[in-house]
């Protein structure tokens, strides 16, 4: 099972990344999949979450109407649009994978909102 997150970096304020997290050794069209960050010092919270035929999606409070999830059965592949970040948004962001009893989660990928 293999979870790769990719696209995360340095943007200035108001800017836009693209975040993708590749999906491997697994299911993939059965499992949620999630996005979570963590900043320096905080907990680890929800951004966005897709249901396993992206017919539901919900956000957490810092990513309505900034963030957008989707993903890609056929690619094995959720991807996390953030547009007008702010320097709140500095994380390292995680994919997570969930089905019934199983989860599984990616090494994360470090966003950095700066100018």
């Known amino acids: 099972v293999q979870l790769v997150e990719s696209g995360g970096g340095l943007v200035q304020p108001g800017g836009s990344l693209k975040l993708s997290c590749a999906a491997s050794?697994?299911?993939?069209?059965?499992?949620?999949m999630s996005w979570y960050r963590q900043a320096p010092g905080k907990e680890r919270e929800l951004v966005a979450t897709?249901?396993?035929?992206?017919?539901?999606?919900k956000y957490g409070d810092s990513a309505k109407g900034r963030f957008t999830i989707s993903r890609d059965n056929a690619k094995n592949t959720v991807y996390l649009q953030m547009n007008s970040l702010k320097p709140d948004d500095t994380a390292v962001y995680y994919c997570k994978a969930s089905w019934s009893f199983y989860e599984h989660w990616g090494q994360g990928t470090q966003v950095t909102v700066s100018s």
């Open positions: 897709i249901s396993s035929t992206a017919g539901n999606q």
């Open positions: 050794g697994f299911t993939f069209s059965r499992y949620r």
